[in-house]
């Protein structure tokens, strides 16, 4: 297997996976902190299955990043070759699942903001309190952290393929 | 290249291309009928934006699955072969662009009418005569289209890094 960008085992694809982690965690913090802001908590609940899709996507997407972002420091430091068939195998699979679920809560949860911000107008009524712009960089984030894990699963698959 | 299932100029691939055109309208179809159906068009205007999305998302699947399908059947009868590098590295770009314009259309919508199903509580509301279960046919259908567009971009990627 060739030695590309973001292949397992690699500094670029330690710098990914650390990426991912990053952004994935800061998408959970201000999806957090926005329902803690909201005084309006009854309101706030209509929103709730959405954002806990999100978090639990990105806390999924945290373990999966961190986990592999170990296993790269590992394999660098002791100067391990991560790229066998069935290893690779495995990290295109979970990518392709921690891929699709981000991508799945990124746009739902955008399609809410949308929702409330163009078609409701909930987030310039002033008595709703909403934090839009809260779920707004939120969602932001989860959208990064979706690139990222795009790139590293068709870095894997591409592996795979021409392994 | 190998000749894999659903590779471009197989039978196997224009069954996947139609399949694909067939649900992709089938979900253009049902979310049209729905915006028919609601007589409170007032409200019906708030979840505008999304279905807006969902229909000009499949429409661009239609084509796209369409025109690769004439090309099939055109490849099919007069034995060409489509599996030169040029012409799959387009194919891979376009299936993967619509693949995560389907899914991004089909979560973003999803998302909406669940908040309306489990949150908000309008399906079950009288009043509303929102025609949740058109909705939810029509989201149904885009899953299935996004589902038969990844079998073929991945493919058509395998067929890319394994040339």
Not at 81 to 100: C, E, M, R
Not at 105 to 128: E, P, Q, W
Request: proline share 1%; glycine share 6%.
């Amino acid at each position: 297997m060739k030695d590309m960008f973001g292949s397992p085992g690699s500094v670029s694809g330690l710098m990914l996976r650390i990426g991912q982690c990053v952004c994935a965690a800061a998408s959970i913090g201000w999806m957090v902190s926005a329902s803690g802001f909201s005084s309006y908590t009854a309101f706030w609940y209509h929103s709730t299955f959405s954002a806990n899709y999100l978090i639990a996507s990105m806390g999924l997407q945290v373990l999966w990043s961190f986990g592999l972002a170990c296993l790269d420091v590992y394999a660098l430091r002791i100067k391990k070759d991560l790229q066998n068939a069935v290893l690779v195998s495995l990290f295109v699979v979970g990518d392709w699942v921690t891929a699709t679920l981000s991508l799945a809560a990124a746009c739902s949860s955008a399609g809410i903001v949308v929702l409330y911000a163009r078609d409701l107008h909930f987030c310039t009524n002033s008595k709703m309190h909403l934090p839009c712009s809260r779920f707004e960089i939120s969602i932001a984030m989860a959208f990064v952290t979706w690139f990222f894990i795009a790139i590293s699963s068709h870095v894997m698959f591409w592996l795979l393929a021409s392994a």
